[in-house]
């Protein structure tokens, strides 16, 4: 168990649709990072958090975005979904933000499907 | 610029063999170098990693071999074991960019018994 927790576990959903993906962090890291994997598209960067402020932003789509909340929580909000969105959403969260300064954990995944 | 090329996509060894998976990158900004190891259904796990400013890091069984001038490494696993079959992943990343992990296109190891 990393410690990092993501809900929910799986998610089916129809074209059209929004919704919401949760991530609680590490107690005590402050840096949240949102990955999609996918079969042809592997793992890929969408977008990280450092205590609050966006830091860094990969390859993600105007209708996802995300937030990281004073609790340090953070949310990743998917709006009008399509087939190809189906993906594992991993959350990781690192101590830091500097690059091999800290170790990003990786939570179990939230699974989208979208029908 | 910003890709992490992978391969083999698959392997398969005996129990007690040494699978080799290679990296290869182009952005020479990166400057910290992971190794995931995820199992179905579970999130990718670090496994070990290693800075440019050395050839070699050994942890366990696990070992990352580093050329800088060509810009490659890989991970050797000694010994492997029935276990160790999952899927691998390098990565790089670079502290301009925030420590965003760029991923290879994963490794699907299998060890027989």
């Known amino acids: 168990d990393s410690g990092v927790t993501q809900t929910p576990k799986h998610l089916i959903t129809a074209t059209g649709q929004r919704v919401t993906l949760r991530c609680s962090p590490r107690s005590g890291d402050l840096s949240v990072y949102w990955y999609q994997q996918s079969l042809d598209q592997g793992l890929q960067f969408l977008i990280q958090?450092?205590?609050?402020?966006?830091?860094a932003k990969g390859n993600i789509l105007e209708r996802f975005s995300a937030q990281q909340f004073p609790d340090l929580h953070s949310e990743l909000n998917l709006s009008s979904l399509e087939l190809g969105d189906s993906a594992l959403y991993f959350c990781?969260?690192?101590?830091?933000?500097?690059?091999?300064?800290?170790?990003?954990?990786f939570g179990p995944g939230t699974r989208l499907t979208v029908l | 610029q910003q890709q992490v090329k992978q391969s083999p996509q698959s392997l398969i060894v005996q129990k007690g063999g040494i699978p080799i998976i290679n990296c290869a990158y182009e952005?020479?900004?990166?400057?910290?170098f992971p190794w995931y190891q995820q199992f179905p259904g579970k999130g990718p796990a670090l496994l070990i990693a290693?800075?440019?400013?050395?050839s070699e890091k050994k942890e366990g069984r696990f070992t990352i071999s580093f050329n800088k001038s060509a810009k490659q490494f890989s991970l050797h696993i000694m010994d492997s074991q029935p276990g160790d079959s999952a899927t691998y992943f390098c990565?790089?990343?670079?502290?301009?960019?925030?420590?965003?992990?760029?991923f290879g296109e994963g490794t699907q190891l299998t060890v027989n018994p």
């Open positions: 990781a969260s690192s101590v830091t933000w500097a690059s091999g300064l800290g170790e990003q954990f």
């Open positions: 290693i800075r440019p400013d050395v």
């Open positions: 952005n020479t900004a990166f400057d910290y």
């Open positions: 958090y450092y205590n609050g402020e966006e830091r």
């Open positions: 990565a790089a990343s670079t502290e301009t960019s925030g420590s965003r992990l760029t």
